[in-house]
């Protein structure tokens, strides 16, 4: 079975920097996918980026970065920038062709002004 | 575009009544679905997925149950509701295959008094 950790339940950053959420997963298999999703205090659960294990390259979209490193089962997440907006539960995920999403037990993030 | 919705968004009800919550997508068909539970401060538990209609597989063991009676149309029921089945419940959605991204309704709060 697929675990994923996230091992910082809280963390906090000032407006206009960066900061840095980490994850590790743990799986037998070579193709998956890793995703980061946000949950602001609505509490719907926002699409940030996804990766492909297949790819090397690291995904980007605007502000948010990733840092996967396939052997090392690691996939944290990089916002840049920070903005008051961004405050919110941030959770890791990954999904196999098995159709099931492992979730982490989420971070915290708490940006200020 | 698609678009998933969730209703009631609030629900309070008193142990032992019934429970039916529902999700619908539009925009797309034949998409997978998706339940989910939230406890308070705590990631997200796979309840119940389904790739077709009256085609559902059950994750947990529970007092819940889920039916697919259309293809857009994804509703979660008990016939007796417990004090732990409190919690948010969110709706998903994905394509047919495997490993896309899962995109989410703006889930229901369930309290159980």
């Known amino acids: 079975a697929q675990t994923v950790t996230q091992s910082q339940p809280e963390m906090s950053v000032q407006e206009a920097e960066t900061v840095t959420l980490s994850c590790t997963y743990d799986?037998?298999?070579?193709?998956?996918?890793l995703f980061w999703y946000k949950q602001p205090p609505s509490r719907q659960m926002i699409l940030v980026i996804r990766q492909e294990a297949y790819k090397q390259q690291n995904a980007t979209e605007n502000r948010f970065s990733v840092n996967f490193q396939k052997a090392a089962k690691s996939f944290s997440l990089k916002i840049s920038d920070s903005q008051l907006g961004d405050t919110a539960m941030y959770f890791c995920a990954f999904r196999s062709a098995g159709n099931m999403l492992t979730f982490g037990g989420g971070t915290r993030l708490m940006v200020k002004p | 575009s698609q678009t998933i919705h969730q209703w009631p968004a609030t629900l309070v009800q008193p142990v032992g009544s019934p429970l039916s919550l529902e999700c619908t997508v539009e925009g797309t068909s034949n998409p997978n679905l998706y339940w989910y539970r939230q406890a308070a401060g705590r990631g997200l538990q796979l309840l119940f997925y389904s790739v077709g209609i009256g085609q559902i597989s059950s994750e947990v063991p529970q007092n819940l149950s889920a039916s697919r009676p259309q293809d857009r149309q994804f509703i979660l029921s008990s016939k007796k509701l417990l004090l732990s089945d409190s919690g948010f419940y969110l709706c998903?959605?994905?394509?047919?295959?495997?490993?896309?991204?899962?995109?989410f309704g703006p889930g229901t709060r369930l309290t159980v008094l």
């Open positions: 998903a959605w994905s394509r047919g295959y495997s490993t896309d991204t899962q995109y």
């Open positions: 799986t037998s298999e070579n193709n998956y996918y």
